[in-house]
């Protein structure tokens, strides 16, 4: 298989999220649930294409830098795995998410949702840490997003601009799969690794394949939209144990 780093789109729309501000409230200790990610147990899941997904980011400020870090959990990781219909967060339970109730029963300044989204590659490498309940959802740690000094959260990430994640382990994509691409104005090569639902959905995956570059209007200069079927494997390996990420939006 052929091993590519290449940067990951991670939606064609922004995020969708209950997260306010963060400049005006501080909490005078670190989150218990930044250390979820503290004992962690690696897995390798396949047949993850087309699988309905969310994010759960639980943020707050690191104890020693001051920085703003959330705790990422993601539904496809469950220990019972990903069920026959690929649909491991339910609509009704999406809908039934309650963020404010989150933030008091885990200490921390923000929470908010990722999706519900479709993923795209077929397979992935992950290291877990500590599955949650949230609503009759379960989701295990699988990451934390550093977002440095921002003070307006997870929500407030800028489309097209890049930010780390802390990732070690691969993500790949099978010859023959249908692959989202954006290419930028550096020569860069981004692959959509997570298709964006949100929870009243505009159109399907399906459509938005089938309409193309016309989905976007807003893509920066220089930068290019395409679909292709591969012709050999791809592998995303992060470098570092940091991947890079690029939020888009239509």
């Given at each position: 298989m052929k091993t590519m780093n290449v940067g990951l789109m991670m939606a064609a729309?922004?995020?969708?999220?209950?997260?306010?501000?963060?400049?005006?409230?501080?909490h005078p200790a670190e989150p218990?649930?930044?250390?979820?990610?503290?004992?962690?147990?690696?897995?390798?899941?396949?047949?993850?294409?087309k699988t309905r997904y969310i994010e759960i980011f639980l943020a707050g400020r690191e104890a020693k830098t001051g920085d703003l870090v959330a705790a990422c959990y993601n539904t496809m990781f469950r220990s019972k795995g990903i069920p026959a219909s690929k649909d491991t967060a339910p609509q009704k339970l999406v809908e039934g998410l309650?963020?404010?109730k989150m933030k008091e029963?885990?200490?921390?300044?923000?929470?908010?949702?990722?999706?519900p989204k479709i993923w795209l590659p077929d397979w992935t490498e992950i290291d877990t840490g500590?599955?949650?309940?949230?609503?009759?959802?379960?989701?295990?740690?699988?990451?934390?997003?550093?977002?440095?000094?921002?003070?307006?959260?997870?929500a407030e990430s800028?489309?097209?601009k890049p930010m780390n994640i802390a990732r070690k382990n691969a993500v790949g994509w099978?010859?023959?799969?249908?692959?989202l691409i954006i290419d930028d104005a550096d020569g860069n090569t981004w692959v959509m690794k997570g298709f964006q639902l949100g929870l009243n959905p505009k159109y399907t995956y399906e459509d938005f394949v089938?309409?193309?570059?016309?989905?976007?209007?807003?893509?920066?200069?220089?930068?290019?939209?395409?679909v292709t079927t591969l012709e050999k494997d791809l592998i995303e390996k992060p470098e570092n144990g940091v991947t890079t990420l690029s939020p888009m939006t239509s």
């Open positions: 729309f922004s995020m969708a999220a209950v997260m306010p501000g963060f400049a005006q409230k501080v218990k649930v930044f250390a979820n990610g503290a004992d962690t147990v690696y897995k390798r899941v396949e047949n993850m294409h309650d963020f404010d029963k885990y200490g921390v300044l923000g929470a908010s949702l990722n999706g500590v599955e949650r309940d949230f609503n009759g959802i379960a989701a295990p740690w699988v990451a934390q997003l550093n977002m440095g000094h921002n003070t307006g959260g997870v800028t489309p097209y099978n010859k023959g799969t249908t692959v089938s309409a193309g570059a016309t989905m976007f209007k807003k893509l920066p200069p220089g930068w290019k939209f395409r």
